[in-house]
């Protein structure tokens, strides 16, 4: 399985973006997704997570109530809707994936072994 991100770019505060992780192959209910985040000079963040069923779903504190994360089995694409963006939201973003058996939502880098190449989320006036 292969992870394309896209849906990036320069947004103002407060503004909307909604980036978008195309997943390659036929298994990709079989995993668990997540997206994470790295600021220059950061190490990656966790920002949300979704089991495999799409019912589970986990968010870091500093997004909470304006990022949504969702995912389309059919369409083999998980989506992160962000909300009200501030400039401390800019980093490149990235979809990352691991196949299990198990329903739980991952929120740690170590517990995914399949990354995008990032996608670039700029917020500022």
């Known amino acids: 399985v292969h992870l394309v991100e896209s849906g990036g770019g320069l947004v103002q505060p407060g503004g909307s973006l909604k980036l978008s992780c195309a997943a390659s192959g036929r298994t990709f209910s079989n995993y668990r997704m997540g997206w994470f985040r790295q600021a220059p000079g950061k190490e990656r963040e966790f920002v949300a997570a979704?089991?495999?069923?799409?019912?589970?779903?986990a968010y870091a504190d500093s997004v909470k109530g304006r990022f949504t994360i969702s995912r389309d089995n059919a369409k083999n694409t998980v989506y992160l809707q962000m909300n009200s963006l501030q400039p401390e939201d800019t980093a490149v973003y990235y979809c990352a994936g691991r196949l299990t058996v198990s329903e739980r939502v991952g929120v740690g880098v170590n517990e995914y072994s399949l990354w995008g190449q990032g996608t670039q989320v700029t917020v500022s006036s």
């Open positions: 979704i089991n495999r069923s799409g019912y589970s779903s």
